[in-house]
């Protein structure tokens, strides 16, 4: 009974993430997605009191998924600019791949200043600086670099990912931006010569934990 009830959860919680995503936070109705999801609206209001409580478990969803892709990366032993560079290209495929991850920036944008509470753009800002200041503590980065502009600049870019997803932008053309954008910055970050030691490309689903580690400078 219980595994058919976190099922149900699981479902509505997909189903409110794709008409979130699709129709924004105002025009997704319960009832659309207790329909979606493929259960009665009694169901829905089983698991979820209102739709901010739903939108929260959207964004809750989103947030799992950041965290857990930045533990893998760094349990993996990848280097901490590597990872960051890996954590852009996971967003630039979730944003296309898993609902809950654009849901979650259209949720967050769409009710500021009220419920529901997690803010996810916060979440990834936070996500992409605490990598970028393993990089500093591990002598990844120039020595000389004001800390403040790199972590602006990074953060910046992190965060024009989402805005060039939501133009429709296709996959495809979206990891060879975000590639790109790591041949630029990775210059003006790493002390000189050490930008080769980096991909900046997508990482293969096939890489080893021993070939991504072997980027460590």
Known sequence: MQERSERTRR???HAGAELFNRNGYANATLGDIAGAAGVTKGALYFHFASKDELA???????ITMLNDSVRTLRERGVPPLQALV???HWLAR?????PAIPASFRITKECTGHQPVTDFHRAWIAAVCGLLRQARDAGELRGNSRWESAESLVAAAACGIEVMAGTGMPYGELRRRV????TLLLPSLVPAGRETKYRTSAPDTADTAAELTASCP
Request: aromatic share 4%.
């Open 11 to 13: 479902k509505l919680v």
């Open 56 to 62: 929260e478990a959207v964004q809750q969803r989103g």
């Open 86 to 88: 890996d954590l852009t």
């Open 94 to 98: 979730t944003l296309h791949e898993e």
């Open 179 to 182: 590639g790109a954008l790591w």
